[in-house]
Nanobody
Framework: EMQLLESGGGSVQAGGSLRLSCAVSGLINSMYCMAWIRQAPRQGRIEIAR???????AYADSVKGRFTISQDNTKNTLYLEMNDLKPEDTGTYYC????????????????RGQGTQVTISS
């Protein structure tokens, strides 16, 4: 079974930066789409950023211009570069992947990692 392992979370002050990584045990380019999903207290899970086959990217309005999602197919790794962090960015960030071989994005992401905690202080 495919495994996703996140790293790079931590505690920083507002205005700081973090880079999250997600190491994938399978071939990252076999998945039509991958995403970073945030779970915060008193909030549901929110798709923060998504990257699709061909390089198309999409972001939640709250992070546009501050976060960048990318992937390195040679390393089978997904990244999330987070700049100008704000306290409302606090949460557990999950790496999520579409079923390998699927030719469309279902947005259900059946494969997810264990998450990495990001805490932003004001």
């Amino acid at each position: 079974e495919m495994q996703l392992l996140e790293s790079g979370g931590g505690s920083v002050q507002a205005g700081g930066s973090l880079r999250l990584s997600c190491a994938v045990s399978g071939l990252i380019n076999s998945m039509y789409c991958m995403a970073w999903i945030r779970q915060a207290p008193r909030q549901g899970r929110i798709e923060i950023a998504r990257i699709e086959s061909g390089g198309f990217t999409a972001y939640a309005d709250s992070v546009k211009g501050r976060f960048t999602i990318s992937q390195d197919n040679t390393k089978n790794t997904l990244y999330l570069e987070m700049n100008d962090l704000k306290p409302e960015d606090t949460g557990t960030y999950y790496c999520a992947a579409e079923e390998p071989g699927r030719t469309y994005c279902s947005y259900n992401y059946p494969h997810r990692g264990q998450g990495t905690q990001v805490t932003i202080s004001s």
